[in-house]
């Protein structure tokens, strides 16, 4: 009898997607299942190809699992979050000031210069953009379009935007939190050269999206994935490199936050097409 199979889909944003991926092809083998990657240059396409059922999940960011989401929904299927890493729960934005700014509450930034990273970064633009939407303040928006089609997970136009703060071209600049302490330690931002004018409430990163109902390969894969230790000598620098120490049962309770931003900015239309007038991956 053949071993269950699995093809996943991942977004090629760093080189060491290679290494993390051919590590875990070759552990999950060793373990019964017969498993595969593909690689994409974005995350549309990839989405695309899971809810046509051209590969069997996919590692999504948030904003591809809401697209992917209402794709299903408009294709009379559906997909589910079937694992995430312990380090995509909880996460927040901030919007940065600089140390000497006049800037001491978020109704400040009225009018003011604001620095965002890519338009399709939910951690650096769309989720910071929608918490001072929600507050009613209306800011002047300097976008670095990095890495576009990534999701933000090319932070460079979120670390752009951190040293256009610095140089004193903009007012504030928005990252996700863990970047403003990344930022910190490798010399971007100067050390208590910043201050947090605004955080947003908690949401999630990243999942494994995959089509329902699940084959028994699908079952297979995500019940080795929660099985993986990192006392794992084998895996422990994948998970080091993939930034996370367990894998963690999927929920989708924490994409809401991002969901309103998406619909405010008319990014996605309710049946996922891509309507965001400047985003072309």
Not at 26 to 46: K, N, T
Not at 90 to 100: C, F, G, H, Q, Y
Not at 106 to 135: C, E, K, N, R, Y
């Amino acid at each position: 009898m053949s071993a269950p199979t699995v093809l996943m889909g991942a977004v090629a944003y760093d080189p060491k997607v290679v290494t993390i991926w051919e590590g875990f092809r070759a552990w999950l083998r060793g373990r019964g299942l017969d498993f595969d990657f593909v690689l994409y240059s974005h995350y549309e396409r990839q989405v695309e190809d899971l809810v046509a059922g051209r590969i069997d999940a996919a590692w999504n960011s948030p904003l591809a699992w809401l697209r992917a989401e209402r794709l299903a929904a408009a294709n009379g299927t559906a997909v589910r979050a079937l694992t995430m890493r312990d380090t995509d729960q909880d996460l927040t934005s901030i919007v940065v000031v600089r140390a000497d700014s006049p800037v001491r509450q978020v109704a400040d930034l009225a009018g003011m210069v604001v620095a965002v990273g890519a338009v399709d970064s939910p951690q650096a633009t769309l989720i910071p953009l929608g918490h001072l939407d929600a507050a009613g303040v209306e800011v002047d928006v300097r976008r670095f379009d990095v890495g576009v089609g990534l999701h933000g997970d090319h932070i460079g136009g979120e670390r752009d935007a951190a040293r256009a703060l610095v140089a004193g071209e903009v007012d504030a600049a928005c990252m996700i939190d863990a970047n403003h302490l990344a930022f910190v330690q490798e010399g971007t931002l100067p050390p208590e050269g910043t201050r947090i004018i605004a955080q947003t409430a908690r949401y999630d990163h990243c999942n494994m999206t995959v089509r329902e109902p699940e084959s028994a390969g699908v079952q297979l894969f995500g019940t080795l994935l929660l099985g993986m230790s990192y006392a794992d000598p084998q895996v422990r620098p994948l998970l080091d490199l993939e930034g996370l120490t367990a894998w963690k049962d999927g929920r989708t309770s924490g994409y809401d936050l991002l969901a309103r931003a998406v619909d405010a900015a008319g990014f996605f239309s309710p049946d996922g097409r891509v309507t965001a007038t400047d985003y072309r991956p």
